[in-house]
Each structure stands twice: as C-alpha cells, then as structure tokens.
C-alpha cells in the first residue's frame, strides 16, 4: 500500500511538469484508467483490516481529489496553448489581404472597354442600342439578308450548326432584321454582342464580338455621303483626331455599293511598319448603302438607309496594341488596359 501511495505521488508530481497533450492522456490512463494506480489503491483497500479501511481510503480519496484538480487544470492549460497556436498559424491577416488585392484589383475587360466606347458615340448620335439571341434561325442570319440557301456568300461564314437548322448567329446582322421587322422606320439602332464561327487562330475566335448599326429613313434622302460623315467622326471618337479614312470599294450582299474601311496606321503613323504589312493603312470595318433586297425581306417600301460592321476585339487590339487575339480569352490579368 505505501508502495503504492508513493507511486500515486510520483506520478502526481510528474503530471505538474506536463507539457502536452498525449502525455497527458498516458498519465490520466497510468493513475486513473480502469487498471490505474487507483483502482488497484482501491482493490488493495478492500483486503485491509477494518480498523485500518477507514484511515487508507480516506488517505487515497485526498490524493484523488489532488489529481483530480491538477488534472483539470493542466488539460485546460494545454488545451488554451493548442488554440492559441491555432489562432497563430492559422490567422487571416486584412492587412496582407489588402495589399494583394490593391496590387490585383480587377478592371473592365478590353472587349467591353471598347464596347462602350463604341456605344458611347452612336447613342450621343441618338442611336438606340439594341440586342438580339446567340440562337437564330436561317432566315434572320442569312434569307433576309439578301444570302439566298445557294449564295456563295455563306462560304465566308463558316457556321455552327444545330440539328433543326437553326445556329449560333455569325454576326449580329439578324438584330438589324429583327429591329426592322419590328419596328417602322425611321430607325437609327446599333447593336453589340457575341457572335460565332468555326475559326481559330492568331487572328480568329470561334466566339467574337461585333458592334454594327444601321440608319433607315422614308423617300431616298440616305446616301454613301452620310454613311461616310458618321463613321470619320466615330473612328475620331476611337483613335484620335490625326487619324484618317479610307473606303475601298467592297462587296456584301446586304449592301450595295458597299466599302471596307481603313484607318490610317496609328502605329507608324501612315509611314508603313510590320503592324499594317507596310501598307500605312489597317482594315477596320465593313459598311454600305441597305441592298433593296433587304428591305423587300422586311416589308420595307421608299426607304433607303446604310448599315456598318465591325469586329470589337479588332478595334481593341489595335487601340491597345494587342497582338495575340486568344489573350482576350485566356483570363491572364497581364493583359491589361
Ligand atoms: N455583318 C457583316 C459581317 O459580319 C458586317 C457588315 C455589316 C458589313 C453591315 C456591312 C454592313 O461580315
């Protein structure tokens, strides 16, 4: 029983000195576990004379008390140094968080950044905006605008197809029918948004943006001279007032006359560099005078009117000086403007 008495001291004592949580727990099962020091204490207590009981077990029942309590206290001193190290490693520091996020604040992507430069010129002009479906049928994106089923026109446009003959819209053209069909002239409308084909390289995205306007006006007023006031002031608008335009006779089946424009290079200032191919000019947009065709499709009788094209991811790169058109699309926050 002394014997015992001292070992239930020892390990009393040691238990003062521990450090951790497993120690701990190897002390707790050592003294107070089902075959612990105690409970043989108290099996050796049962053999005891009566006269000796009383004096032992209460002996044995002060020492348990003392574990007891030294017991709890250094589990709750263990158990607030284990959160403590917690709270330190696993802290979330503002402080760093701002700093990350001030030096990688998000900015508006190149493509709608000049989506709005765009839309900002033609609605000062009394423009309306409007929009139109990724999904349309063969009559909106083609029939109506003067590209019959046999028009070798279709050929320029590679199309993503779906089973029931509707597709993936190649151009945001059907807005203009479907603006038409909906509305009477007079109509000044652009138009932006996504549009597909089944491209891709340095230079084509199956998925692209285009912006494209029209003007429609009763009796025969609307003229090529019109069409070339507005898009001088537009492409000012966008790159400059030292820029300057050229129309070269083109052709679209929508349109007739019909012109691609060019913009003097504002990389060489027209001398001729690697950017326009030595020419001094860059293609930036298509245009022309409404093909009668057009209108008949519509139900339009006396009008006449204008409509102009252009790719916005076009007009972004050569403003910023984008050379690879898939950056716009690989989310690297480099490319920034
Ligand atoms: N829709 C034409 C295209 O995608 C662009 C365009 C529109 C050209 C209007 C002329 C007039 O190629």
Same mark, same amino acid.
């Given at each position: 029983?002394?014997?015992?008495?001292?070992?239930?001291?020892?390990?009393?004592?040691?238990?003062?000195?521990?450090?951790? /949580?497993?120690?701990?727990?190897?002390?707790?099962?050592?003294?107070?576990?089902?075959?612990?020091?105690?409970?043989?204490?108290?099996?050796?207590?049962?053999?005891?004379?009566?006269?000796?009981?009383?004096?032992?077990?209460?002996?044995?029942?002060?020492? @348990?008390?003392? !574990?007891?309590?030294?017991?709890?206290?250094?589990?709750?001193?263990?158990?607030?140094?284990?959160?403590?190290? @917690?709270?330190?490693?696993?802290?979330?520091?503002?402080?760093?968080?701002?700093?990350?996020?001030?030096?990688?604040?998000?900015?508006?992507?190149?493509?709608?950044?000049?989506?709005?430069?765009?839309?900002?010129?033609?609605?000062?002009?009394?423009?309306?905006?409007? %929009?139109?479906?990724?999904?349309?049928?063969?009559?909106?994106?083609?029939?109506?605008?003067?590209? =019959?089923?046999?028009?070798?026109?279709?050929?320029?446009? %590679?199309?993503?197809?779906? /089973?029931?003959?509707?597709?993936?819209?190649?151009?945001?053209? =059907?807005?203009?029918?479907?603006?038409?069909?909906?509305?009477?002239? =007079?109509?000044?409308?652009?138009?932006?948004?996504?549009?597909?084909?089944?491209?891709?390289?340095?230079?084509?995205?199956?998925?692209?943006?285009?912006?494209?306007?029209?003007?429609?006006?009763?009796?025969?007023?609307?003229?090529?001279?019109?069409?070339?006031?507005?898009?001088?002031? !537009?492409?000012?608008?966008? !790159?400059?007032? %030292?820029?300057?335009?050229?129309?070269?006779?083109? !052709?679209?089946?929508?349109?007739? =006359?019909?012109?691609?424009?060019? #913009?003097?290079?504002?990389?060489?200032?027209?001398?001729?560099?690697?950017?326009?191919?030595?020419?001094?000019?860059?293609?930036?947009?298509?245009?022309? #005078?409404?093909?009668?065709?057009?209108? @008949?499709?519509?139900?339009?009788?006396?009008?006449?009117?204008? /409509?102009?094209?252009?790719?916005?991811?076009?007009?972004?790169?050569?403003?910023?000086?984008?050379?690879?058109?898939?950056?716009?699309?690989?989310?690297?926050?480099?490319?920034?403007?």
């Amino acid at each position: 029983m002394q014997e015992l008495k001292s070992q239930i001291k020892d390990s009393i004592n040691k238990l003062k000195e521990v450090e951790n /949580a497993e120690l701990l727990e190897t002390l707790r099962v050592e003294i107070s576990g089902k075959k612990g020091l105690f409970t043989k204490a108290y099996a050796k207590i049962g053999k005891l004379e009566s006269a000796l009981k009383k004096e032992v077990a209460s002996e044995i029942n002060e020492l @348990k008390k003392e !574990f007891e309590s030294i017991f709890e206290g250094k589990k709750s001193e263990i158990e607030a140094k284990i959160l403590e190290s @917690k709270l330190k490693s696993e802290r979330l520091d503002s402080s760093l968080f701002n700093a990350f996020s001030a030096s990688r604040a998000g900015s508006i992507h190149p493509v709608y950044l000049m989506r709005d430069m765009i839309i900002d010129y033609f609605t000062s002009l009394n423009f309306s905006l409007q %929009d139109g479906g990724f999904v349309e049928d063969d009559f909106h994106n083609f029939e109506a605008l003067n590209m =019959p089923k046999s028009h070798p026109a279709r050929d320029m446009q %590679d199309t993503f197809y779906f /089973a029931d003959s509707m597709l993936l819209r190649t151009h945001t053209s =059907p807005i203009q029918i479907r603006t038409m069909e909906t509305h009477k002239p =007079p109509i000044r409308m652009i138009c932006t948004g996504a549009t597909f084909r089944r491209d891709y390289d340095l230079t084509h995205s199956p998925m692209f943006h285009q912006c494209e306007g029209l003007l429609v006006e009763s009796g025969d007023n609307i003229s090529f001279a019109n069409l070339k006031a507005i898009l001088d002031g !537009f492409v000012k608008h966008i !790159f400059g007032d %030292d820029v300057s335009l050229r129309f070269r006779s083109s !052709f679209f089946p929508f349109t007739e =006359p019909s012109a691609e424009v060019d #913009v003097s290079c504002m990389f060489c200032k027209g001398g001729g560099c690697r950017v326009c191919s030595g020419t001094g000019f860059l293609e930036i947009l298509g245009c022309g #005078v409404v093909d009668s065709n057009v209108f @008949k499709a519509v139900g339009y009788e006396d009008v006449s009117g204008y /409509a102009f094209g252009m790719g916005i991811e076009r007009l972004a790169m050569l403003k910023w000086g984008i050379n690879d058109l898939r950056s716009f699309y690989e989310t690297d926050l480099r490319t920034r403007v």
